[in-house]
């Protein structure tokens, strides 16, 4: 059997391609279980808020506490998944930490922004701190999948249509429309 | 370098396609059929003809079982199947360098 270079060239091309997919779909998979979570953290939060005024200060403590613990619960379950001392596991050891790492830096830029920009009411308050992870999502889809841009811009496009037209029911907004594009997206992640 | 020859069996572009796929999982990983034809884009009888004959070499394990009613076909990279996968992506990086 002889194989040309151009033979060899396209192969090599092939497996990179094959191999660029696995990796998309497993970053979709990795991915989908947070946007689950956090759109029911939103759809709670924001609900609660709207529909429960007098108990604004308690919905998003509460739903930020039971994401946290939901997502290390998340983080835990996927990481059994990998079989121990496979290369891959350490792999997806070092995502996880750097995964962690990246949203510690995100937050800390959540605080920075909020206190230099000074908001002045909750609405504010809340389509500021929201608005940033669409964006997040819609810069990691650049690298990352197509569909992972297309929630972080459907999600972004509904807090800022929110803000704009309905302020009055912005937090019923958010909560029906910024939760549930996060859960519609975890749920396409899933399926890809 | 490597002094080995091509792959007959993986070279073919769809078994090269389905062996580079399942070599990006974890050792031991499992993947469904239906996933595994969407990634690569082949048809129900391309991918069988192509993943019964892999199978013939030992390059992967075929794991038949029910989710409920429903028949489930999954499939996963063999240790020599990964070794030979690794080979041939060395001779093919090989011979374009100038080795061949």
């Known amino acids: 059997m002889n194989v040309t270079r151009e033979e060899a060239a396209k192969a090599l091309d092939d497996i990179g391609k094959a191999s660029d997919r696995v990796i998309q779909l497993k970053g979709y998979h990795h991915g989908a279980p947070y946007f689950i979570i956090w759109g029911l953290v939103w759809l709670f939060a924001n609900c609660g808020t709207y529909f429960m005024p007098e108990n604004e200060k308690y919905f998003w403590p509460v739903g930020i506490g039971i994401g946290f613990v939901a997502s290390l619960i998340a983080g835990a379950l996927q990481s059994r998944k990998w079989p121990k001392g496979a290369t891959a596991s350490a792999a997806e050891r070092r995502f996880g930490s750097r995964m962690g790492m990246t949203a510690g830096v995100v937050m800390a830029f959540i605080v920075a922004i909020v206190f230099i920009a000074r908001p002045e009411s909750g609405r504010e308050v809340n389509a500021m701190i929201s608005i940033v992870f669409p964006f997040l999502y819609m810069a990691g889809g650049v690298w990352a999948g197509w569909r992972l841009f297309a929630i972080g811009f459907v999600t972004a496009a509904a807090i800022i249509g929110g803000y704009v037209w309905i302020p009055e029911h912005f937090e019923l907004w958010m909560g029906l429309f910024g939760g549930g594009s996060l859960i519609a997206g975890g749920i396409w992640l899933r399926t890809a | ?100």
């Not at chain 2, 020859?5 to 389905?18: F, N």
């Not at chain 2, 489930?72 to 990279?77: D, H, K």
């Open chain 2, 1 to 100: 370098m490597t002094m080995d020859g091509p792959d007959e069996i993986i070279h073919q572009s769809t078994r090269l396609r389905i062996a580079a796929t399942l070599n990006a999982l974890p050792s031991g990983d499992l993947l469904e059929f239906g996933k595994l034809k969407s990634i690569l884009g082949a048809t129900d009888g391309n991918m069988a003809t192509h993943l019964a004959a892999l199978e013939k070499a030992g390059y992967i394990a075929v794991e038949k079982d029910f989710v409920g009613k429903k028949p489930r076909t999954r499939v996963s990279l063999t240790r020599s199947g990964r070794k030979a996968f690794e080979r041939h992506v060395a001779y093919l990086k090989d011979l374009l360098e100038g080795g061949g």
